[in-house]
């Protein structure tokens, strides 16, 4: 099909589909796209113009625990150092509310790092268009004001608390694997010595192994036939977390070595690019978790600063796909954890009235950006939002009820609808990257796990 029939074509099927466009407030997706990024807060990333766009709520600056304003100065995406963002960090930054404690936080640079004075205070330097293919994403599309991470610690919780809205280890338990795990993680197929931290509602903690039976939001996708992926590095990352669900996993000695075999297990990819195959094949799942290679993350001191045309690029392959995936697809782009950088709003609360997460629960900014046909240019939403949102609007979308009502973060959560008001679905407008889809496709580079915390 040469280039001008596809266009009339698309035309066609564009109006054939607004023809039957659902109602306002009623608008539903066939396709779920949760894309997550690593290790940034909302003025880190976008600090370097914090006016964009109307409405947005960015601060080139934040108070340290001399309680003086301190400016932000430009880093690279990649840098050459790292901040701490386990759970105490998190405590030492929010300072009971006050929000100055970031200078607190502690650094780790690589050998000959020039880290320079306030490393915390920092917005990604977009001098040579390096992140503007998220600048565009949020002023093309919606971006959130307000988005929080659930959970108050790093990259393995949250990652938890995205697939089930907690990470407590069984339904009926009230505590939470609060930090990345120790040496010899693998999940279910984890080394005996493995363990997690977990903290209880009065803070104290203990430890256990990594390897927890509460049901997720995926047991609900099953239940109604919703097919779902889960698109990952290595079975043995942090970032995998169906490798932490006895049920997803069911581990078992295979050739003298504990792996995952369960049947949902076939649906964990381990090679993220396998995901732009998937759209180009018009074989992409109704739910998918997309999370990069090391390289693409956006985690300080590891990255090679891939991640925003990595974006791009899932963006543009079912903007531009011939499966007609633009106009029933919902994107959500969002990062794991604040990364440790200085933000100047604090969470909503902390705990639920009724006591749930009251010791881990809720966390710092993260930025989140909705894409999708029924989404307008330039829309800022400034409802709270957290990981518990993204759940939510999975279950609203394909009405299938909350996961646990009253410990699970979906019961609490909005469900982000607010960010798809039109009736009649826009045209795509393409997101220019550094590289497209086929860079990463066909990259020959080993890569790398998104985190080495």
């Known amino acids: 099909m040469d280039g001008e029939i596809f266009r009339i074509v698309c035309a066609v099927l564009l109006t054939l589909f607004i023809a039957?466009?659902?109602?306002?407030?009623?608008?539903?997706?066939?396709?779920?796209?949760?894309?997550?990024?690593?290790?940034?807060?909302?003025?880190?990333?976008?600090?370097?113009?914090?006016?964009?766009?109307?409405?947005?709520?960015?601060?080139?600056s934040g108070t340290n625990s001399d309680r003086q304003t301190v400016r932000f100065a430009p880093v690279a995406l990649a840098g050459c150092y790292d901040l701490a963002h386990s759970h105490r960090s998190f405590e030492l930054a929010y300072d009971s509310g006050a929000m100055d404690g970031a200078d607190k936080v502690l650094v780790t640079a690589k050998a000959g790092c020039r880290v320079g004075l306030n490393p915390q205070y920092r917005y990604v330097n977009n001098s040579s268009a390096t992140v503007q293919p998220y600048f565009d994403l949020a002023t093309h599309y919606g971006f959130a004001n307000r988005m929080f991470q659930t959970n108050q610690g790093p990259s393995f919780p949250a990652h938890q608390f995205l697939i089930s809205g907690t990470s407590a280890p069984t339904n009926g338990s009230d505590l939470f694997a609060a930090e990345n795990p120790s040496v010899g993680f693998d999940g279910c197929a984890s080394e005996p010595t493995a363990f997690e931290e977990m903290i209880a509602p009065d803070g104290s903690y203990s430890t256990m192994f990594p390897c927890f039976e509460r049901s997720t939001l995926i047991e609900l996708l099953e239940g109604a036939k919703i097919s779902w992926r889960y698109y990952t590095e290595s079975a043995k990352s942090i970032w995998a977390a169906p490798n932490s669900i006895s049920s997803l996993c069911q581990a078992e000695t295979v050739k003298g070595k504990l792996q995952c075999t369960g049947r949902a297990w076939s649906n964990v990819i381990l090679k993220p690019a396998s995901v732009l195959t998937d759209i180009a094949d018009c074989n992409l799942a109704n739910v998918a978790w997309v999370t990069p290679t090391g390289q693409n993350s956006d985690h300080p001191s590891i990255n090679t600063g891939g991640g925003p045309s990595w974006v791009a690029s899932i963006v543009n392959a079912i903007g531009n796909s011939k499966c007609g995936y633009w106009q029933n697809t919902a994107i959500l782009i969002i990062w794991d954890d604040w990364g440790g950088w200085s933000d100047h709003v604090p969470p909503p609360q902390i705990g639920q009235s009724n006591g749930w997460g009251r010791s881990y629960v809720y966390g710092f900014r993260v930025p989140l950006i909705v894409v999708s046909a029924f989404t307008p240019a330039g829309y800022v939403s400034n409802a709270n939002h957290d990981f518990g949102s993204v759940l939510k609007f999975v279950e609203t979308n394909f009405g299938l009820g909350l996961i646990g009502p009253g410990i699970w973060a979906d019961s609490y959560a909005d469900d982000l609808m607010d960010f798809f008001p039109l009736r009649t679905p826009n045209w795509f407008r393409a997101i220019p990257a550094r590289y497209d889809a086929d860079y990463f496709i066909n990259s020959t580079d080993a890569p790398t796990d998104p985190d080495d915390d």
């Open 20 to 60: 039957v466009a659902p109602a306002k407030g009623e608008s539903k997706f066939s396709h779920v796209l949760i894309i997550v990024q690593e290790n940034r807060s909302p003025d880190n990333l976008f600090g370097s113009h914090p006016d964009f766009e109307p409405g947005v709520d960015i601060r080139a």
